[in-house]
């Protein structure tokens, strides 16, 4: 069964410090790629996904996420966080093509993220 | 267009008892999915609904758990006799087709 690690599970930064949040997923077949973040109290929001196209990928606020189809990697970035970016951040795969269980996501276990101002 | 709508957003229960969920998912959505978030876990896939049928629930334990997506009214996720281990939030995403799901805020299940 494929599965997603994320590789932190909490992150401490001071505001303006840069960002990155390592994904891994295991299956080699075609995928979707998704981060969702979860401010504290609120309901899961999506960042950004990956389809196809360019592996470089722009979301809300400021994420971006590149997909490495080598390294089987979706790693989430941000130049310079701000005390709001506080929240949850999960990393989640949709496989595609693998009958009625394909529209379900496979998510990591999340990384907390905590900006000091 | 509200989001995915929740209720409760908290649920006590004592052991025995039965929790039900509810789920409305977005104006024209006909995909319903709900998932399993225990302590310190990543959110668990449970079940894929479209209305009226059940699509895939490889997720859903074998006992107890059942879900529905009537033709009319919300998705609701159903635990009979509950045990302690049921305790967490379970989430419900709707979609207008496959794969790319909003997410309600949950509900928090706390069995006693």
């Known amino acids: 069964a494929q599965s997603v690690s994320q590789h932190n599970h909490h992150v401490i930064l001071s505001e303006a410090a840069s960002l990155e949040l390592g994904c891994n997923y295991s299956?080699?077949?075609?995928?979707?790629l998704f981060w969702y973040v979860q401010y504290p109290g609120q309901h899961l929001q999506l960042l950004l996904k990956y389809f196809s196209g360019d592996p470089l990928v722009k979301g809300i606020k400021g994420f971006e996420a590149e997909f490495i189809k080598s390294k089987f990697s979706f790693n989430l970035r941000k130049p310079s966080v701000q005390w709001s970016d506080t929240a949850e951040y999960f990393c989640?795969?949709?496989?595609?093509?693998?009958?009625?269980?394909?529209?379900?996501?496979?998510f990591g276990k999340g990384t907390k993220l905590s900006v000091i101002p | 267009n509200a989001g995915v709508m929740q209720n409760p957003r908290h649920l006590v229960r004592r052991r025995g008892q039965e929790a039900r969920l509810r789920c409305s998912p977005m104006?024209?959505?006909?995909?319903v999915y709900w998932y399993r978030q225990l302590p310190e876990e990543g959110l668990k896939f449970m079940v894929y609904l479209q209305k009226e049928n059940i699509i895939d629930e490889s997720g859903m334990p074998k006992e107890r758990f059942s879900a529905e997506f009537p033709k009319e009214g919300p998705s609701i996720l159903r635990i009979q006799q509950v045990v302690r281990g049921d305790s967490a939030a379970y989430f419900c995403?709707?979609?207008?087709?496959?794969?790319?799901?909003?997410f309600g805020q949950g509900t928090r299940l706390t069995v006693v």
């Open positions: 104006k024209g959505h006909s995909h």
């Open positions: 989640a795969v949709n496989i595609l093509g693998s009958g009625a269980g394909s529209y379900q996501l496979t």
């Open positions: 299956y080699g077949g075609t995928v979707n």
């Open positions: 995403a709707s979609s207008p087709r496959a794969s790319e799901a909003f």
